[in-house]
T-cell receptor
Framework: DADVTQTPRNRITKTGKRIMLECSQT?????MYWYRQDPGLGLRLIYY???????NKGEISDGYSVSRQAQAKFSLSLESAIPNQTALYFC?????????????FGEGSRLTVL | AQKVTQAQTEISVVEKEDVTLDCVYE???????LFWYKQPPSGELVFLIR??????QNEISGRYSWNFQKSTSSFNFTITASQVVDSAVYFC???????????????FGKGTHLIIQP
């Protein structure tokens, strides 16, 4: 089983709908991240969380919200989806106890907003 | 602010050729880490290598090698005797550290799409 699990893996929805992408991890890491990937733009950081009580905005947080329900769970919400939020979304974790910042990624959630 | 530039959007070579993917970074920190990830057509991100800013030794792993040069802020990746299975998007990334000493995420380049033709 994957250490970082994202659900759903694929989702097609309509403009204006609320969407939640969920991420859970079994690595025991404190830090969790949500990234968005668009063709030709690489991965951009949406939100990150250093622990359950700590949420931080990333480079492109507008239109998104997150919830850190537990150390192992970090959800990304789109309150009212729009077509330009069509992208591949990655959840990642890192270990605060190591100094190198290495991220461990989930398999990605492909979201299409019509 | 940190920045990672991968100037090559797409590279196409014939199988068995050597190919180098360029990565140039900007940072004000003296302590940082550089990474390369591979994204095959299936979409997952595969970790390839991590290098810290104090270690400028080149690294070789099979057909893969990495050249880190702080003087030019570059961390280039070479595939020797390329194979069709090397076809993927490759990302270079940089981690800096927040005031608490922990990394607040990776900054990624836009990626290089490598196509290996049979």
């Amino acid at each position: 089983d994957a250490d970082v699990t994202q659900t759903p893996r694929n989702r097609i929805t309509k403009t204006g709908k609320r969407i939640m992408l969920e991420c859970s991890q079994t690595k025991g890491h404190d830090r969790m991240y949500w990234y968005r990937q668009d063709p030709g733009l690489g991965l951009r950081l949406i939100y990150y969380s250093f622990d359950v009580k700590d949420i931080n905005k990333g480079e492109i947080s507008d239109g998104y919200s997150v919830s850190r329900q537990a150390q192992a769970k970090f959800s990304l919400s789109l309150e009212s989806a729009i077509p330009n939020q069509t992208a591949l979304y990655f959840c990642a974790t890192s270990d605060a106890g190591t100094e190198n910042g290495e991220l461990f990624f989930g398999e990605g959630s492909r979201l299409t907003v019509l | 602010a940190q920045k990672v530039t991968q100037a090559q959007t797409e590279i196409s070579v014939v199988e068995k050729e050597d190919v180098t993917l360029d990565c140039v970074y900007e940072t004000r920190d003296t302590t940082y880490y550089l990474f390369w990830y591979k994204q095959p057509p299936s979409g997952e991100l595969v970790f390839l290598i991590r290098r810290n800013s104090f270690d400028e030794q080149n690294e070789i792993s099979g057909r893969y090698s990495w050249n880190f040069q702080k003087s030019t802020s570059s961390f280039n990746f070479t595939i020797t005797a390329s194979q069709v299975v090397d076809s993927a998007v490759y990302f270079c990334a940089l981690s800096e550290f927040d005031s608490g000493g922990g990394a607040d995420g990776l900054t990624f380049g836009k990626g290089t799409h490598l196509i290996i033709q049979p």
